[in-house]
């Protein structure tokens, strides 16, 4: 139900619109019902700012958020409306701002806010920094960090072996690598988005049992949720350790434009 209405509202808004889905392997679940939803702040017209904050109230955001989404858009130029299962019982909304991208040094791209559907307390805000033109050797030295406690290495090499074949198609610099902190949380992670490298879903066949066996999910599963989609674009993968300490791994598809 929380799924639907977001996007009940959002296409309600009458402008065109990018929709990603994603899923999430974390051990022994793999997480299918997320999704983000992008829309371009300029096709909302003059009161852009007040479509965005009614769809956040329709959200019931906190006022806190609220403010904070108030105080910054201004300076975003794309509005991300997003949803997660993280359990039956328990779904997030999100909200990203995007800010244009300036220059090469690293600079913040996302502001997020996550809350929590059935209690808006229970809520973070995100930062997603990206750092310009880093070179395939920098990216896995940034990463690295965020996998040095785990006592296994699949997920790490999948990561290297993705980064790799992305590398083979466009240049390193071209990709765009981000790393994720929340406020109060110990979350390490990184996004890091491959869509100049022309990946397909189908350039995960070989990364499917190695990470069945990391996230303990069943193998056969995994790829039958794959197979539909093989010959979609692979957008971008996420990875680390999230606010719980738990290790994860995301699984974007290509953007879909809708209207």
Same mark, same amino acid.
């Given at each position: 139900?929380?799924?639907?209405?977001?996007?009940?509202?959002?296409?309600?808004?009458?402008?065109?619109?990018?929709?990603?889905?994603?899923?999430?392997?974390?051990?022994?679940?793999?997480?299918?019902?997320?999704?983000?939803?992008?829309?371009?702040?300029?096709?909302?017209?003059?009161?852009?700012?007040?479509?965005?904050?009614?769809?956040?109230?329709?959200?019931?955001?906190?006022?806190?958020?609220?403010?904070?989404?108030?105080?910054?858009?201004?300076?975003?130029?794309?509005?991300?409306?997003?949803?997660?299962?993280?359990?039956?019982?328990?779904?997030?909304?999100?909200?990203?701002?995007?800010?244009?991208?300036?220059?090469?040094?690293?600079?913040?791209?996302?502001?997020?806010?996550?809350?929590?559907?059935?209690?808006?307390?229970?809520?973070?805000?995100?930062?997603?920094?990206?750092?310009?033109?880093?070179?395939?050797? =920098?990216?896995?030295? #940034?990463? +690295? !960090?965020?996998?040095?406690?785990?006592?296994?290495?699949?997920?790490? *090499?999948? &990561?290297? %072996?993705?980064? =790799?074949?992305?590398? #083979?198609? +466009? !240049?390193?610099?071209?990709?765009?690598?981000?790393?994720?902190?929340? *406020?109060? &949380?110990? %979350?390490?992670?990184?996004?890091?988005?491959?869509?100049?490298?022309?990946?397909?879903?189908?350039?995960?066949?070989?990364?499917? *049992?190695?990470?069945? %066996?990391?996230?303990?999910?069943?193998?056969?599963?995994?790829?039958?949720?794959?197979?539909?989609?093989?010959?979609?674009?692979?957008?971008?993968?996420?990875?680390?350790?999230?606010?719980?300490?738990?290790?994860?791994?995301?699984?974007?598809?290509?953007?879909?434009?809708?209207?």
């Amino acid at each position: 139900m929380q799924a639907d209405h977001l996007r009940q509202l959002v296409e309600k808004l009458g402008v065109a619109y990018g929709f990603e889905r994603s899923i999430k392997l974390r051990h022994g679940s793999l997480q299918t019902d997320r999704f983000l939803m992008t829309v371009a702040k300029n096709t909302l017209g003059a009161d852009a700012p007040a479509r965005v904050f009614e769809l956040c109230r329709e959200l019931r955001i906190s006022a806190q958020f609220l403010e904070a989404v108030e105080k910054h858009l201004g300076g975003a130029d794309i509005v991300h409306f997003g949803f997660e299962a993280d359990t039956p019982e328990r779904c997030f909304y999100k909200c990203y701002l995007e800010f244009q991208k300036r220059g090469d040094a690293p600079q913040l791209l996302h502001l997020a806010f996550k809350w929590n559907a059935r209690d808006n307390t229970d809520q973070v805000i995100a930062r997603y920094m990206l750092y310009p033109r880093l070179e395939h050797a =920098s990216i896995l030295r #940034r990463i +690295a !960090p965020m996998y040095a406690r785990e006592p296994r290495r699949e997920a790490w *090499d999948v &990561t290297c %072996r993705l980064l =790799s074949a992305a590398g #083979r198609r +466009a !240049p390193a610099e071209e990709l765009m690598y981000l790393e994720v902190e929340e *406020d109060g &949380t110990g %979350r390490r992670s990184f996004d890091l988005n491959l869509y100049r490298a022309g990946l397909t879903v189908a350039d995960l066949d070989e990364s499917v *049992d190695p990470l069945s %066996r990391h996230f303990g999910v069943d193998a056969p599963a995994f790829r039958a949720l794959l197979a539909p989609d093989r010959a979609r674009p692979l957008g971008h993968i996420a990875g680390g350790v999230d606010r719980h300490e738990r290790d994860f791994l995301t699984i974007y598809f290509g953007v879909e434009g809708r209207r």
